[in-house]
């Protein structure tokens, strides 16, 4: 892969994967900015919020990232692989670690400050409730949520990533979402302006 940095940002994931075979530092540097701050989100709220545990499992992946590049089939797509390694990096946290309690959501609503119009804090408020509700979720249930709504991954994609029938896949997102619609039903008109 012959070519200057600044035309990494225009190579597929899939190409930077094989500039990283040959062991392109920059084809790897492209990639992490590309996807850091997704997996790391992702960890982070499949692991009960807990920022050291979401930044280990980030490192852990671009490590083997590193370590073994061979391993991803170039005719695949990148983005599905990924998450796929990532949400089995989670399932062998849940068992080895027992991940599954409620953890209290970290955000102190009160520390707002006042100036803060009313609308934004209440949209902090039913975040906050989401991820707390999020956290009460079966690992299937929060996982299928997180990467339909926050990643936007299609059902086939999440499917081939959670390994479950598309069928599975829609009918837990459908239960998910009405979970949810019930838990938070107070704050109905604000489920449209959710910020990740």
Not at 44 to 64: T, V
Not at 82 to 110: G, L, P, Q, T, W
Not at 175 to 195: A, C, W
């Amino acid at each position: 892969m012959s070519t200057g940095k600044e035309q990494y940002t225009e190579i597929s994931d899939e190409e930077l994967m094989k500039g990283i075979c040959n062991s392109d530092k920059d084809a790897f540097n492209e990639l992490y900015k590309r996807y850091n701050g997704r997996l790391l989100y992702y960890f982070y709220r499949m692991l009960g919020n807990s920022e050291e545990k979401a930044q280990d499992l980030l490192q852990d992946i671009f490590l083997k990232i590193i370590e073994k590049p061979h391993l991803f089939d170039v005719s695949r797509k990148f983005s599905t692989w990924i998450f796929s390694i990532a949400h089995n990096m989670c399932k062998n946290e849940y068992r080895s670690r027992d991940v599954r309690k409620i953890v209290e959501n970290k955000d102190n609503v009160e520390t707002l400050n006042n100036k803060v119009p009313c609308e934004d804090i209440d949209l902090r408020i039913f975040t906050g409730e989401l991820y707390k509700e999020l956290d009460k979720l079966s690992e299937d249930q929060k996982t299928i949520f997180i990467l339909r709504y926050r990643e936007g991954f299609k059902v086939k994609e999440i499917s081939n990533i959670v390994k479950r029938p598309e069928g599975t896949v829609k009918s837990k997102l459908f239960y998910t979402i009405r979970i949810l619609s019930e838990k938070l039903k107070y704050y109905k008109s604000n489920l449209k302006d959710v910020s990740w």
